[in-house]
């Protein structure tokens, strides 16, 4: 059965291992650039913040604009999209392909039972796609390691170098095994139901994709253990003021080097959020007089974040989660596979 | 031959068309709330230029808590990803699924020629890609005109509103429709040449993306010859003052060209030749006053050399960039009709 599997999916390993080798050297050839430059910018032996994060600026400075930037944002694309391209070619025609063309008629009815050729067929893919997954999000992550910690001590507040940050989250650590194994699941799953390979690809891709558009902002907040702090806004530190109609929005903008900010309100100092009227002096006068009558209000910002040191154990939650979720679809399928009539 | 081509067109023009009005009710919603906002802060009646960039700053402001953001952001995804999608679940299949089931015996063995089967198949469901393409820039366009005035009012020059800028271009205009073409015709090729869907398909979506990849890089800036442009550095205007090893030294400068696509921006010496240092003696002295490092620099009389592509030139790089891939779908739609007709019925 395990070579039954192989040479059933030879075609796509071949195909996943060249690209992974191909990105792989990419990666290598970079990484030798980044790793000198991180050195000859002096960062790994500075001492004192001031001292490191100065040296830390630099570092970052030299690769903007050059191809590593470019590199740092297809490796994220790369890393997004392999779970949901795994789930479309690898899962989809898993059984779909079976039912289609009728070959399920032979492989059901030999003497390996159905359930002995679910288990070897879907579990070594899946094995396969989980560990290709955690492949790629291990390059690209010590890869781009240099860059992390040169943003954390340059105290960053760029949101392209926050780890915990939605647009980042999902590219790394073992949060992209946990995608894997649910793409490929729901590919397997959408074969099941649909018995037709093309419309199970194209239900994989959105499927997963609509799942990976919702999760970061309905369901992942609700993961992970949030922090509450409150600020105080000055006129100094003010990033927003709106005056408009009877609108008046006073924003300040916190970042957390890092972390995730997961919400931003602006409360009076009873607590509510802030909805007043706009005040005289911002409507007409000069900067100052607005910023002195914004202090008069004593608001403050209440912020909800992760912090950053928060990062794996919001990584083990969600791929726990993508994998449990997997698991039950792979059950089910298995479970139909079973029982489904041979005609 | 229209109505078997619409019949087995028909599920994935209806899945399509579902999702293209899905997107456009979200739009529309979105996109009225975004005119009304601009209307509202007088961006549309204002007169003279400060009280326009006051209004325009004041809509530009409360965009993010409107959650444009991610509408805008999630439009252009899906503009960039649609023709792909078109070509791997259209154009790969549409050739390589009779081939490989043998219903190509039947199909070509009719009293319609099989080149009449292919013009008709490959112009159909080409139109109906590039209609689908161009259908969704339209709507991204008509929404996200409120943004790109106030933008140009406010003199802003951020990357999220620069139309000719390589992140925003290939979703605006009528690029979608060129990239929608030259998608299908590749996949179509790639069912020909290959014969199986599914490798089809991943190759279609392979080849596809590196030419996305690899176009603004390096073809688009040599379509129409950018514009050069000198500036000098003064201390007033560096941005980026980096001292590497002791023995370099990189000055960079700020750029302000709103609107236009900075393709490369160099710092060179009075000569002419790239500037990468040495560190000058004031700047690389244990206790540096700022004061004496910029005024060393400003004494190194360095210039900005830029290569740009001004705003004006956004319609005419679109007609060139849709120009060229259609006629390399074209190009790819021969080969395929004549590999087709070549081709035994065995």
């Not at chain 1, 050297?25 to 490191?52: F, Q, R, T």
């Not at chain 1, 794996?312 to 489904?340: D, H, K, Y």
């Not at chain 2, 956004?314 to 021969?334: C, D, K, R, S």
């Amino acid at each position: 059965m395990i070579w039954l599997t192989w040479r059933q999916f030879r075609a796509q390993s071949i195909a996943a291992g060249a690209f992974v080798v191909a990105f792989g050297v990419v990666l290598l050839v970079s990484g030798i650039k980044i790793a000198h430059a991180y050195s000859s910018a002096g960062v790994p032996g500075c001492h004192g913040a001031g001292a490191c994060a100065n040296a830390a600026t630099t570092f970052i400075d030299q690769l903007r604009g050059s191809s590593t930037e470019l590199i740092y944002y297809t490796g994220i694309v790369i890393v997004y999209l392999a779970p949901a391209l795994m789930g479309m070619f690898w899962g989809a025609p898993l059984v779909a392909r079976e039912l289609e063309t009728g070959t399920f008629r032979l492989a059901w009815n030999q003497s390996v039972s159905r359930t002995r050729w679910v288990v070897a067929k879907l579990g070594l893919i899946w094995l396969a796609a989980m560990a290709t997954a955690g492949l790629l999000s291990l390059v690209t992550g010590s890869w781009a390691s240099p860059i992390f910690r040169a943003g954390q001590l340059a105290g960053s507040d760029s949101v392209s170098l926050d780890r915990l940050a939605p647009q980042l989250f999902g590219a790394q650590g073992i949060a992209p095994i946990g995608y894997a194994a649910f793409a490929f699941a729901l590919g397997v799953a959408a074969g099941v139901f649909i018995r037709h390979t093309i419309p199970a690809m194209a239900v994989t891709l959105v499927g997963f994709g609509l799942v990976q558009l919702a999760w970061p902002s309905w369901v992942r907040p609700h993961l992970a253990p949030q922090l509450r702090q409150y600020l105080p806004i000055t006129g100094a530190n003010v990033n927003e003021l709106v005056v408009e109609n009877n609108q008046f929005i006073v924003r300040r903008t916190i970042f957390k080097p890092g972390g995730w900010v997961v919400s931003n309100q602006t409360v009076n100092p009873a607590g509510r959020p802030f909805g007043g009227a706009p005040l005289q002096a911002c409507v007409s006068g000069p900067q100052s007089a607005c910023n002195a009558a914004v202090n008069t209000l004593h608001l403050r910002t209440l912020i909800s974040y992760v912090p950053a040191r928060g990062f794996w154990e919001l990584q083990w939650i969600e791929a726990g989660i993508f994998v449990v979720l997997a698991a039950a679809l792979t059950a089910f399928c298995a479970w139909w596979i079973r029982n489904r009539q041979l005609t | 031959m229209m109505w078997l081509t619409w019949r087995q067109f028909r599920a994935q023009g209806i899945v399509a068309a579902a999702l293209a009005v899905a997107l456009g009710v979200v739009l529309l919603i979105t996109g009225l709330n975004l005119a009304h906002l601009n209307s509202d802060s007088g961006g549309a009646t204002c007169h003279g230029a400060r009280a326009c960039a006051t209004a325009a700053n004041a809509f530009i402001n409360q965009l993010p808590g409107t959650g444009s953001v991610p509408v805008f952001f999630g439009t252009i995804a899906v503009i960039y990803l649609a023709p792909a999608l078109m070509g791997i679940f259209w154009g790969a299949p549409l050739v390589a699924r009779e081939l490989e089931t043998g219903t190509f015996r039947l199909a070509w063995n009719q009293s319609v020629s099989r080149a009449r089967w292919l013009v008709v198949k490959l112009g159909v469901v080409g139109l109906a890609a590039m209609a689908t393409a161009g259908l969704l820039s339209l709507f991204l366009g008509w929404w996200e005109s409120p943004i790109f005035r106030a933008a140009a009012l406010a003199g802003s020059d951020s990357a999220a509103v620069t139309r000719i800028s390589p992140q925003l271009f290939g979703a605006q205009g009528i690029a979608p429709i060129g990239y929608a073409a030259f998608a299908f015709a590749l996949g179509v090729t790639a069912g020909a040449l290959i014969r199986r869907t599914i490798p089809a398909m991943a190759v279609t979506l392979a080849a596809f993306g590196l030419v996305q990849a690899a176009w603004p890089l390096w073809i688009r800036s040599h379509l129409i010859t950018p514009l050069r442009e000198y500036f000098a550095i003064t201390p007033a205007n560096v941005n980026e003052l980096a001292i590497i090893n002791n023995t370099q030294m990189i000055v960079r400068h700020d750029v302000e060209k709103p609107g236009a696509w900075v393709v490369s921006d160099q710092t060179v010496s009075p000569s002419g030749h790239l500037f990468s240092g040495p560190p000058t003696h004031a700047c690389l002295s244990a206790n540096a006053s700022p004061n004496a490092c910029n005024a060393s620099i400003a004494a190194l009389h360095l210039r900005a050399l830029i290569s740009y592509e001004p705003a004006s030139r956004f319609w005419p790089l679109q007609w060139t960039e849709t120009g060229i891939f259609v006629v390399l779908a074209m190009a790819l739609a021969a080969f395929c009709a004549w590999r087709i007709g070549k081709r035994r019925l065995a």
